[in-house]
């Protein structure tokens, strides 16, 4: 018997002792009284203690419909956003830019998961000569996270596209925090204009790249980093290279995350 219609037989009991007034006007709500109401409260309360499993149930019932919601709404955002999650100019690209699966990752320069992850990613790549990545700064740690990806939004306006993921690999690989100053030392080893680089952080192309992914990142509803987009799934957190690999080859196979 479920939660919801033991609350319903329970408080049917309960209602029996309004007796013959009830059933006189049994087409107009008959409000319980305080007396009444304690009673009714009592009795589920006494059953739910001696079944605590019905209770448990309920909790259950309610996260998965929850997360039932949450899926569905996360399938039309992808669907309404997928131009700017695989073509935007933003976003830097690794692999075959012309692949036939892309792989979008939501990272933060500051978080190890990111770091571990993409480890995973460039195995992907090197094993996979037709999945296209692309990487999207979503700091959320921080001030200097977001100062880290400001410079290197601003990095992408003058590194070539091969270049720019191998800056992007150097600063994810440095020790400790990552902030705007870290970013610039990082930028000036590959030769970086350094004046233009600050002017350019500061500029309208980095604030629309920084908007976009965030607005992205709230409309999937993504909680963390990474974050992985394959074709109509999300893949929280590092999830390790073959739960990457076994999504690609399924879009591969039959056009969806999951065959």
């Known amino acids: 018997m479920t ?11 309960g209602g029996l002792s309004l007796g013959a007034a009830a059933g006189a006007r049994a087409e107009e709500a008959v409000p319980f009284t305080d007396a009444q109401r304690k009673a009714i409260e009592g009795i589920v309360k006494d059953y739910l203690v001696k079944n605590p499993d019905v209770l448990q149930e309920a909790i259950a019932e309610g996260e998965r419909r929850a997360q039932e919601t949450q899926k569905l709404a996360q399938a039309a955002a992808l669907k309404e956003s ?23 990752e939501f990272f933060d320069y500051n978080c190890g998961y990111c770091r571990k992850a993409f480890t995973d990613v460039q195995t992907l790549i090197k094993s996979d000569p037709k999945l296209r990545v692309v990487l999207k700064d979503f700091p959320v740690l921080g001030a200097e996270s977001l100062e880290a990806s400001r410079i290197a939004l601003a990095a992408k306006l003058q590194l070539k596209p091969e270049k720019m993921f191998d800056y992007h690999a150097k600063l994810l690989e440095t020790k400790g925090r990552i902030n ?22 500061q500029g309208p192309e980095v604030k629309a790249a920084l908007t976009e992914n965030v607005g992205l990142g709230d409309k999937l509803s993504l909680s963390g980093t990474p974050a992985f987009v394959i074709g109509d799934e999300i893949l929280p957190g590092a999830v390790g290279v073959e739960p990457m690999r076994k999504t690609i080859n399924d879009i ?8």
């Not at 997928?82 to 979008?104: F, K, M, Q, W, Y």
């Not at 705007?180 to 952080?201: N, P, S, T, Y």
């Not at 591969?252 to 065959?259: E, W």
Request: aromatic letters at 4%; glycine letters at 10%.
């Open 82 to 104: 997928r131009e700017a999650l695989t073509n935007s100019p933003h976003g830097i690209v690794a692999g075959n830019p012309n692949g036939d699966v892309t792989v979008v």
């Open 180 to 201: 705007g100053e870290r970013a610039i030392a990082v930028a000036r080893e590959f030769g970086a204009d350094i004046e233009r680089l600050k002017r350019d952080a």
């Open 3 to 13: 939660l919801f219609r033991s609350v319903s037989v329970l408080a049917l009991a």
């Open 252 to 259: 591969r196979q039959c056009g969806h995350a999951s065959c």
